[in-house]
């Protein structure tokens, strides 16, 4: 298996424009997640959902973000519109539900918003 | 509300030092424990876990972490670090009500002088 893939790696946008970052977790599992990681604060959740529903979003810092996941083997973190304070390392994580599973992380997409 | 508590900041250490990071979490039901590396520059890797069993559990690279159920913790150790042993690490509780969703501590930075 390839892993979680994420895209794109990099990401540099202008102020105000949409950012949509996407995520194919490892084929059978079906718990999905999206963390932000900035030197400030941390590594955040923003949300994660199990069998392509949403779980809980209460980590998602604004009604500008929004997330989705219209099948098993896709998910999208969008941002419209963008500000330079989104500027972060976006992971996204897949698992299998329930207990005594674990996660595994994509490679990131660092996103620059000038 | 749930946390995971990591003492240590930033620890700095020399090549063949020992190395334990502290590690504490507020919940007091079943859980599942981790702890994650991220070598600078990369996305997260498990380290090592515990599920049940032996509290004493061994991952890769020589770490190991010892789960004290009274004291809430999950202690990481490794008797004698190296040079490429630096990076961040992550401690991360998986909640048996919380559907995977998995609660991160703050990180601890590791600096190994050669």
């Known amino acids: 298996d390839a892993g979680v893939i994420q895209s794109p790696r990099h990401e540099v946008t202008e102020m105000g424009q949409e950012v949509t970052l996407r995520c194919k977790p490892i084929?059978?599992?079906?718990?999905l997640f999206w963390y932000r990681q900035t030197m400030m604060r941390g590594l955040e959740l923003l949300i994660y959902?199990?069998?392509?529903?949403?779980?809980?979003d209460s980590g998602m810092p604004e009604d500008r973000f929004s997330a989705k996941m219209p099948n098993a083997s896709f998910s999208t973190l969008k941002i419209q519109p963008s500000e330079p304070r989104d500027s972060a390392v976006y992971f996204c994580?897949?698992?299998?539900?329930?207990?005594?599973?674990?996660?595994?992380f994509g490679q990131g997409t660092r996103l620059t918003v000038v | 509300a749930q946390s995971v508590s990591q003492h240590n900041h930033h620890v700095i250490l020399s090549e063949a030092a020992s190395l334990e990071l502290g590690c504490n979490y507020s919940?007091?039901?079943?859980?599942?424990l981790f702890w994650y590396v991220q070598y600078p520059g990369q996305h997260l890797q498990l380290l090592l876990k515990?599920?049940?069993?032996?509290?004493l559990v061994k991952g890769i690279k020589g770490f190991e972490a010892e789960f004290i159920k009274s004291k809430f913790s999950f202690n990481l150790r490794k008797p004698s670090v190296q040079w490429s042993d630096t990076a961040e690490y992550f401690c991360?509780?998986?909640?048996?009500?919380?559907?995977?969703?998995?609660?991160f501590g703050q990180g601890t930075e590791l600096s190994v002088k050669p």
């Open positions: 994580a897949s698992s299998r539900v329930g207990l005594n599973t674990e996660a595994f």
């Open positions: 084929s059978g599992h079906n718990s």
């Open positions: 959902f199990n069998n392509n529903v949403p779980i809980d």
């Open positions: 919940y007091g039901g079943t859980v599942n």
């Open positions: 515990y599920f049940s069993g032996d509290p």
């Open positions: 991360a509780v998986n909640l048996d009500n919380q559907g995977g969703k998995l609660i």
